[in-house]
């Protein structure tokens, strides 16, 4: 099969989805792997490490995309890339399709077959392409929040780890999932409060194991929300339905009810978010302010931390990279079920209910 690695396009996104090591793989296995001139740099990665590897540069993301088989690579096409998709081609990426019903048109009418990495799930319902970066974003997002409380960025002034003779910051963390427990984790090392809700009870019982004793655990629904947020510095949306837009968790009305200059880091926002004023934000200006609760919704966090997340990311893709192109999808979606329910939309037509569910399309409009 030919494989093609793009650059990343999407604003200050460095990483890239296939390492040197993920070359040597697929050219061991009889592949043509082409490589996008430049693609690894922000991760570390040269051509000529990727040439040494056995791979092919091509100058430009269109030479790429055009001579592929399989195209493997990091955050969704972007706008300027849905026509460089081909028809039958694999796309094999991160997708959060019911975030973006435009991207969702596209890709149905590109008729390639759009394998998200973020609905890939092992049998026990965990998503093995999703947890490494939603570890970078959850650990990530404490330094964000930390930052962002800070007075001349417009936060409330808050140290989260408070100081002796001052009671510390109060973290709260919606979802006890994979971004929940790192951003909690996080918090408890710099010494704050923090309160952490989920409506899954073992995940509740886990959290309360696993950390200390100022880490709290509440059941997670409307009235303990609306309790919470009047009394927390900084919170943290970490929920996730399974490929579906993330439930309004906290709504307009409520940040009213927040401290000034409190700060919501909102890492659901790759799927709609968990907050109703949440939009997304960029590296480059992630901030905005709505009735003075700060709003940090950048959606490819991890994209800001390269070195250490590309190498998390392709160690958990590499082993499917390799058996789609050996097997080519259907087979390899035949024989494995936790690779089957990555695909999205194949060859023009939606096959992940919570997808068009997210934009309340009826069958026949798909
Ligand atoms: N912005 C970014 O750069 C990144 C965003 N993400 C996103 O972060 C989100 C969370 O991902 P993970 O932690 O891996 O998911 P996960 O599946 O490990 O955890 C989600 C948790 O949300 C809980 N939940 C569901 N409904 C809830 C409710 N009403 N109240 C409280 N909890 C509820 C679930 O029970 C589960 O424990 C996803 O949307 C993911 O795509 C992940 C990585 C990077
Ligand atoms: C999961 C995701 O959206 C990211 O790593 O950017
Ligand atoms: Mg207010």
């Known amino acids: 099969m ?6 990343e396009i999407k604003n200050n996104e460095s990483r890239v989805g296939m390492t ?68 039958g081609q694999i796309v094999f990426t991160y997708f959060h399709f019911a975030s973006s019903e435009a991207l969702t048109r596209a890709m149905i009418d590109s008729k390639a077959i759009c394998i998200a990495y973020e609905t890939v799930e092992d049998e026990d319902g965990t998503l093995p392409l999703l947890t490494p970066m939603s570890e970078v974003a959850g650990r990530m997002a404490i ?3 930390a930052k962002y409380l800070e007075k001349p960025v417009k936060g409330r002034g808050v140290l989260l780890g408070g100081v002796p003779g001052v009671a510390p910051g109060r973290v709260l963390v919606l979802g006890a999932g994979t971004v ?10 710099l010494g704050a409060h923090v309160t952490i809700l989920d409506v899954n009870m073992k995940r509740l019982r886990y959290v309360n194991d696993i950390m200390p004793n100022h880490v709290v655990t509440e059941f997670s629904n409307e009235f303990n929300i609306r309790k919470h947020i009047k009394t927390h510095d900084l919170i943290i ?25 409190a700060v919501i880091v909102d890492v659901a926002v790759d799927q709609g978010g968990c ?15 709505i009735d003075d ?32 192109a050996n097997k080519g999808w259907q087979s390899a979606c035949n024989s494995d079920k936790s690779l089957a329910k990555g695909l999205n939309i194949v060859e023009g037509e939606v096959v992940y209910k919570e997808i068009t569910e997210a934009f309340n399309w009826e069958p026949e409009l798909v």
Request: glycine share 10%.
């Open 2 to 7: 030919v494989v093609g690695v793009p650059k």
């Open 20 to 87: 040197p090591a993920g070359v040597f793989e697929l050219v061991k296995n009889n592949h043509t792997v082409y490589v996008q001139s430049g693609a690894g740099e922000g991760s570390g990665f040269f051509n000529q490490d990727y040439q040494k590897a056995g791979a092919i540069i091509l100058d430009t993301i269109g030479q790429v995309y055009a001579i592929s088989d399989m195209i493997v690579k990091v955050k969704e096409p972007i706008a300027e890339e849905y026509k460089l998709v081909q028809k």
């Open 143 to 145: 330094q964000q929040g």
């Open 180 to 189: 929940g427990i790192q951003a909690a984790k996080m918090a408890a090392g």
């Open 237 to 261: 949306g970490g929920v996730l339905l399974k490929g579906a837009k993330a439930p309004n968790l906290i709504t307009k009305d409520m940040l009213k009810e927040m401290h000034p200059g």
């Open 275 to 289: 907050v109703e004023t949440t939009k997304p934000t960029t590296h480059e200006d992630p901030i905005y302010i």
């Open 293 to 324: 609760v700060v709003h940090y919704c950048v959606a490819n966090m991890p994209g800001a931390v390269p070195y250490t997340s590309t190498m998390a990311l392709t160690n958990v893709t590499l082993p499917y990279v390799v058996k789609l």
